[in-house]
């Protein structure tokens, strides 16, 4: 009858753990139907264990984006961890599973137990963070320790009814309704199963004596137990125990305290004291001697803390590490010599130190930045994690420095680092960031990274020039392509658009283009000369230079540049009085009157050139009678420097030579006739014999003929050969038209056909200038630019005074005298 109760209440307990498995594995369909975005967050859940591959959710769909974003924005999942458990496809916009996720291995006891990570899109940069929590599924079952190995127990034969037997907790990895829900204990007549629940929701068993035992009747007992955890298909597992029955011992140790609760600082030291535990046996002898030992419960625990068996003292023997557990639970069992166990729990609080410095990770670095960058831009993605809790977990970030920049605080652990003012390439082209991130612990640790970030150019600079104009100076009768001078500008951009081109502006001088004059090398900026410069033309050239740089757009300045042409020595004196002729003589009179420092003429000459250059001094360089006359070395001015006499010879000839200042310095020669004299016939007697002049005009009228008769020789040969070549080309169509072949007229070179005669190339003008009386020489009269001078033709004698106005004069061109005044002309 007691087994079948036994039966029946081990059937119910199995029917209540299927009926609440049904309710939740309709919890897990719903649980795995649900998506939650919350705040820019979204959390899926999904069974561990799923095959790689498998969809997690649609991300795109659930983040509002499209397939293209994803695509354009290089989206990416960025996680803290060594083990990528998902993967974007961001062809299809889903997350899937990449890696096998176990739960037992991700979380351990922990629950819920979820991942997170980020995706990062690009241009523009965004951040979302998905959660995805993972669910347990039935895949272990509860497992004692040594299973394989019988649990021995000596229990004294006196022991009284109720006395209890901890057993091994059986561990089942699984969570929830998936872990371990139940004990179950194999029928006999001694023992009965009791449970009971530790703090964290464990279950642990104890067998409990329900009769007495009997020695002489069995002294061994082998029971089972069966650990039973709710999932479905339901799993467990089992253990024996070989039960030995002793002889008497009927106390069993009692520990002073039920639970020890004690706080320990992680990092401790092995071998470090951490609490001490007591029990007592009411019996004596052996049957009162104890011995202590640990008996693990769950998780690692009893590999971090040893007990010595005969004092109770629990001390550290492993590594404890507040980030990994911060409690851990261990019971204490004192056994007396006859075998009773008395048992009791130790709870040990970790304590944090400040042992880890935060950890900062890259996510996203824009790098070159453009200078033009607006306030506010973001560079930078930084993740910064802390393993320490609290004060000790809790990070502070900074630049150090003063940068134009600071950092923003975005999800939990993510931080922004972001533009504070506005770039300058010009003034710095690059930045060395230096981001510390300094937790709150005592004493604080620290950590740090450093950026190095690239300003890229922007074409914000015009070029300039070093000066606001130029001024060169350039030797007029220069060779074609000297160079004259460089124009240099500088850009403060880079590369391109630091790319400086010269360019001459349109402009116009003296009504010719300024490239007629000047070439500008668009690459070096250096002016050269296109042609030689007459500085008597001109003496300046102003124009203007534009340097262009070579970035999009461009940006220009412009720079005026003024040439100086200077002068050189390059042209003689010219003697404008008295006016040298070719077939006549012109003489000043001077009479025998005149006083020492009469006035007999003045040299008149100029220079074109400029300055010293321009400068001319007079100098009497022959003369009939040096003792007579004087020049003046600055006016030109022809004086007597003595009393003319009778003595002195009526024909006097004075060679003046005029010299400018140069160097090397130019002169001009002028001869003047002086004639002594008181009247006319008197000078004529003096001037009548010029048979030398004569035989010069006879000379030239027999070159003109011979020049005439030449010509017209040339003329007939030409009309010859082009009659000879019509002729041809005439007897030329006619076979080709009998040929029936097509014409091509042919020129010549250098003739023309007009109208079937031919002509020469170029037309020939004569021009003969003749006197009425005169058959073999031509003459042509100018004026006297003095009152007293005498113009004389040797070819003729005799004198005529005008009585008549110029213009009576010049009505008769027959005539061949002309006089003006007291000027005589003898033709």
Not at 756 to 775: F, K, W
Not at 802 to 807: A, G, N, V
Request: glycine share 6%; charged share 20%.
């Amino acid at each position: 009858m007691m087994a079948t109760r036994d039966s029946l209440t081990y059937r119910c307990a199995r029917w209540r753990l299927f009926y609440g498995l049904r309710r939740q594995i309709g919890l897990l369909i719903l649980l795995l139907l649900a998506v939650n975005m919350v705040g820019g967050q979204i959390r899926y859940s999904i069974p561990e264990e799923m095959k790689k591959g498998s969809v997690i959710g649609n991300v795109a769909q659930d983040l509002g984006l499209d397939l293209k974003r994803l695509r354009s924005g290089r989206a990416r999942i960025v996680t803290g961890e060594n083990i990528h458990y998902a993967e974007l496809k961001t062809d299809k916009g889903i997350l899937i599973v990449n890696e096998r996720i176990d739960r037992e291995q991700l979380c351990g006891e922990i629950t819920p137990c979820s991942f997170s990570f980020e995706v990062i899109l690009e241009n523009p940069m965004e951040l979302h963070r998905i959660t995805v929590e993972v669910l347990d599924i039935n895949d272990h079952a509860p497992v004692f320790p040594n299973k394989d190995k019988p649990i021995n127990i000596e229990i004294s034969e006196s022991a009284a009814v109720g006395v209890q037997f901890p057993l091994q907790s059986a561990e089942d990895l699984d969570v929830g309704q998936n872990a371990l829900q139940d004990y179950v204990l194999s029928p006999n007549d001694n023992f009965i199963l009791k449970q009971h629940a530790n703090p964290d929701g464990s279950k642990y068993c104890e067998i409990v004596l329900h009769k007495p035992l009997d020695r002489e009747q069995r002294p061994h007992l082998s029971l089972k137990v069966i650990a039973v955890d709710g999932g479905t298909p339901q799993r467990s597992g089992t253990v024996n125990i070989d039960v030995t029955v002793l002889d008497a011992n009927d106390n069993i140790p009692v520990f002073n305290q039920s639970v020890y609760k004690a706080s320990v600082m992680e990092n401790t030291m092995k071998g470090t004291s951490v609490i001490t535990v007591n029990a007592t046996d009411a019996d004596s002898g052996s049957n009162g001697l104890i011995t202590y030992s640990l008996s693990k419960t769950k998780g690692s625990a009893a590999d971090i803390f040893s007990i010595d068996e005969n004092t109770g003292i629990i001390s550290v023997a492993g590594q404890i590490d507040f980030e990994k557990d911060r409690k851990y639970e261990v019971r204490v069992e004192a056994k007396d010599h006859g075998g009773l166990i008395g048992a009791s729990k130790v709870i040990f609080d970790v304590v944090d130190v400040n042992d880890n410095a935060p950890v900062i990770n890259i996510m996203s670095f824009s790098s070159p930045l453009s200078e033009d960058a607006r306030l506010g831009t973001m560079i930078a993605i930084l993740n910064v994690k802390d393993a320490d809790s609290e004060r000790n977990g809790h990070i502070r970030c900074s630049i150090d420095g003063k940068l134009p920049f600071k950092i923003e605080s975005s999800l939990t652990n993510y931080y922004n680092l972001i533009s504070d003012q506005h770039f300058d390439r010009e003034s710095v082209s690059d930045y060395n960031i230096t981001i510390t991130a300094t937790d709150l612990g005592t004493p604080p640790l620290s950590s740090s990274t450093k950026l190095h970030l690239k300003i890229s150019d922007v074409n914000d600079n015009a070029p300039l020039f070093d000066k606001k104009s130029y001024s060169a100076y350039v030797t007029e009768n220069n060779p074609p392509g000297i160079s004259i001078f460089a124009v240099s500008a500088r850009d403060s951009d880079w590369n391109q658009n630091a790319r400086i081109s010269y360019l001459l502006e349109d402009t116009d001088i003296s009504g010719s283009p300024v490239s007629t004059f000047v070439s500008l090398n668009s690459e070096t900026g250096v002016l050269s000369a296109i042609r030689s410069f007459d500085y008597e033309q001109i003496k300046q050239i102003q124009l203007t230079v534009k340097a262009q740089d070579g970035g999009s757009p461009p940006l220009s300045s412009n720079v005026t540049v003024k040439i100086m042409i200077q002068d050189q020595n390059d042209n003689p004196p010219q003697v404008l009085y008295p006016v040298q002729t070719g077939g006549s003589l012109v003489a000043e009179m001077v009479p025998r009157s005149a006083d020492v420092g009469y006035l007999v003429t003045k040299v008149v000459a100029v220079d074109v050139d400029s300055g010293q250059n321009a400068w001319l001094s007079y100098k009497l360089q022959k003369a009939t009678d040096r003792a007579l006359f004087e020049v003046g070395l600055q006016n030109g001015e022809i004086r007597t420097i003595r009393q003319v006499t009778d003595k002195d010879a009526v024909k006097q000839r004075l060679t003046v030579i005029v010299e400018d200042n140069g160097q090397p310095s130019r002169s001009a020669t002028v001869i003047v006739n002086v004639a002594v004299a008181d009247s006319f016939p008197e000078v004529l007697s003096e001037f009548t014999d010029f048979t030398h002049d004569k035989e010069y005009n006879d000379n030239l009228t027999f070159y003109l003929v011979l020049a005439l008769a030449v010509v017209s020789f040339l003329f007939i040969t030409c009309l010859v050969v082009i009659i000879s070549v019509k002729i041809y080309r005439w007897r030329q169509s006619r076979v080709l038209y009998h040929s029936n072949l097509p014409v091509i007229p042919y020129y010549p070179p250098r003739y023309s056909d007009t109208l079937g005669t031919g002509t020469l190339q170029h037309v020939y003008n004569y021009e003969v200038c003749r006197t009425t009386d005169s058959r073999k020489s031509d003459c042509k009269f100018g004026r006297a630019g003095s009152q007293n001078v005498l113009i004389m033709d040797p070819s003729s004698t005799g004198t005529m005074q005008r009585i008549q106005s110029e213009k009576s004069i010049l009505d008769e061109p027959d005539s061949p005298l002309e006089v003006r005044e007291d000027n005589l002309t003898i033709p």
